[in-house]
Structures are given as C-alpha cells and as structure tokens.
C-alpha cells in the first residue's frame, strides 16, 4: 500500500515536471536565443556554447527609452487605478444604498468590453483633448482597463472590514478620510498590494492602447518597440530577444516579492 502510494506521488511529481518544463521552455529559448552570438533563433544551438552579450547592449541601446516609458506609464497606472478605485470599493462595500447592485453590474459589463473598442473611442476623445502621443494619455487609458478589475477585487476584500472599528475611529475624532487612510488602507493593503500588482502588469504589456493612442513616434512603450523591432532585425534576433527578456524582468521580480500578497488579496473575499 505504501510503495503504491509512493508510485503515485513518483508519477504525479513527474508529470508535474514536464508540464512545467513545456511551460518554462519558451521562456529558456528567449534566454537561449539572446545570448547566441549567430542571432538566428532557427539554427541557433540548444545551449549557448559561446554566450555573448552583444544582444542585450544593442537592446538596451534602442530599446532603453522605450522600457523606460513603459516603467512610467505602468507606475503612474497602478498610482491613478489605487487612489480611484480604493474609496470607490470601500464605499461600495460599505456603504448600503439601492443602486449598489446596478452600479457592480456596469462595472463587471464594463469588464467585457474589448480594449480595441476602448482605444478606438479614446482616439477620438484624446485628440480632442490634445492626450495623443502623451504617457499621462496612455496612464489614463491602462487605468480606465484596470480600475473596473480592481474595484471588484478590493470590494471583496474590504467587506470583511467590520464597521465598528472605522465608527470607533470617528468617535474618537478622524473624520472619514482620516479614517479611511489610517483604519482600512493598513487592513486592506493585500488587497491593494494585488490590483497594484495586476494594474502594473496589464500597463506594461498593453499593446492595444500603445498602437492606437500613438501615432508620431515619440512615445513608445516597449511592447510597441519589440512589434516594430521584429521587421528591422529580423535577422538579428539576438537583439530582439534580448529586448524580450529585458522587458520579462521587471513583471518576474514583482510576481516573486508579492506572491504571498496575490495569494492573501485574491482569496480575502472568499470566505465569509
């Protein structure tokens, strides 16, 4: 019965294996490819017997800027999705008014709309507004995709918050800002420390926003960079994934530091 139940867990831990490795290997080739010195992912060697890292100064040389401009554009996004969509989760768990279901309602649908349909009625608004070809235009529009996700997320959270401590705060004096900053920002930084996280991700690999709410060339996030990369070094893919990898980086050290705050935020609201 024992060497059964080892048998299983030997053949499960094995599985589990090979679907990591099949998950992991498109990640490896990028690496496997950025540091090849011929640059030709084709016939490129399974490991890199003469390592180079030419790839990586070229990307860092064209593709600097351009990672830049998706750090400040992901950065302002989770700064402008936090401070809108906290007090509006807050308020919608906390608060009881009859039109709450009706107004989580718009914001699921609001989920379900695709972002080129978004970007394509921003184009228009924007160059009205003079916000084409600008970060703050493109912090505004990533927000706009993220602030529905992470109302929903934070609501969940913050409707285990029991009201008794914020209405101690009031008798002692805080009015509702200083409560809500000093009472549920701290109880509710898991929550937070999730949507800020998930806004950050889904700034920096926006390719919708960036291709249609740019159109001269002088702000270009990196996704916009790596697809205009493709046609002039495709013979170089060195470069190419080397800027890939590059662009990886960032989004692999944020999911390692907060992963115990993904976990933690994303199931909060589950039990009751």
Request: net charge positive; charged share 5%; hydrophobic share 55%.
């Amino acid at each position: 019965m024992k060497s059964t139940r080892h048998a299983r867990s030997g053949i499960r831990t094995t599985i589990a294996i090979v679907l990591l490795a099949l998950m992991l290997f498109p990640v490896y080739w990028m690496l496997n490819t950025s540091l090849q010195p011929s640059g030709n992912t084709l016939s490129a060697n399974f490991f890199p017997a003469h390592p180079t890292l030419a790839g990586y100064q070229t990307a860092i040389h064209d593709q600097g800027r351009n990672l830049v401009t998706s750090l400040l554009i992901a950065c302002g996004t989770v700064v402008l999705t936090l401070l809108i969509a906290a007090p509006c989760a807050y308020a919608l768990a906390q608060f009881r008014f009859r039109w709450i279901n009706w107004a989580l309602l718009a914001i699921l649908i609001s989920q379900m709309i695709p972002g080129i349909v978004i970007a394509n009625a921003l184009y228009t608004a924007y160059e009205r507004i003079g916000l084409l070809n600008s970060i703050p235009g493109l912090i505004i529009a990533n927000a706009a995709n993220a602030i529905p996700f992470g109302i929903l997320i934070m609501r969940s959270f913050m409707l285990g918050v029991p009201p008794s401590i914020v209405e101690a705060a009031r008798v002692d004096g805080a009015g509702l800002v200083r409560a809500f900053l000093s009472i549920v920002v701290p109880i509710s930084l898991n929550s937070m420390i999730t949507v800020g996280l998930f806004a950050f991700l889904f700034a920096w690999s926006d390719f919708i926003f960036a291709l249609t709410l740019t159109t001269k060339g002088n702000v270009v996030p990196v996704t916009l960079g790596i697809y205009t990369y493709l046609g002039a070094h495709i013979s170089n893919w060195s470069a190419v994934m080397a800027t890939a990898m590059l662009a990886s980086i960032p989004a692999i050290i944020l999911l390692v530091i907060a992963q115990k705050y993904i976990a933690a935020g994303a199931t909060g609201g589950a039990v009751k």
